[in-house]
């Protein structure tokens, strides 16, 4: 099993910076893909940007590319969701999430995941 919990949520202005972390559980952390998902109310669950094990492969929706950077500790069992120029639409809660392979951009294909952390952006 892996257990992972997100924190660093919070509220902040459009403009502004956030840096959300994951923290996992298990040994075997670095064998997995991770995730970040985000949700808002009355809309889907949507592909925030996954890393691969090893750090070299990632993904990111179009709409926070070059904005937000993912990367991982794999030292530390946590990956962190750097979010720069933040926007009023990018509200919503934010979800880690690991899944044992390759990288995915599909929430489906995610074994495990955290509680969420709220991030609210104000305009």
């Known amino acids: 099993q892996v257990q992972l919990v997100e924190s660093g949520g919070g509220l902040v202005q459009a403009g502004g910076s956030l840096r959300l972390s994951c923290a996992a559980s298990?040994?075997?952390?670095?064998?997995?893909?991770m995730g970040w998902f985000r949700q808002a109310p009355g809309k889907e669950r949507s592909l925030v940007a996954t890393i691969s094990w090893s750090g070299t492969g990632r993904q990111y929706a179009d709409s926070v590319k070059g904005r937000f950077t993912i990367s991982r500790d794999n030292a530390k069992n946590t990956v962190y969701l750097q979010m720069n120029s933040l926007k009023p639409e990018d509200t919503a809660v934010y979800y880690c999430?690991?899944?044992?392979?390759?990288?995915?951009?599909?929430?489906?294909?995610?074994?495990?995941w955290g509680q969420g952390t709220q991030v609210t952006v104000s305009s």
């Open positions: 298990g040994r075997t952390f670095s064998s997995y893909a």
């Open positions: 999430a690991a899944r044992q392979g390759v990288l995915s951009g599909l929430s489906r294909e995610y074994d495990y």
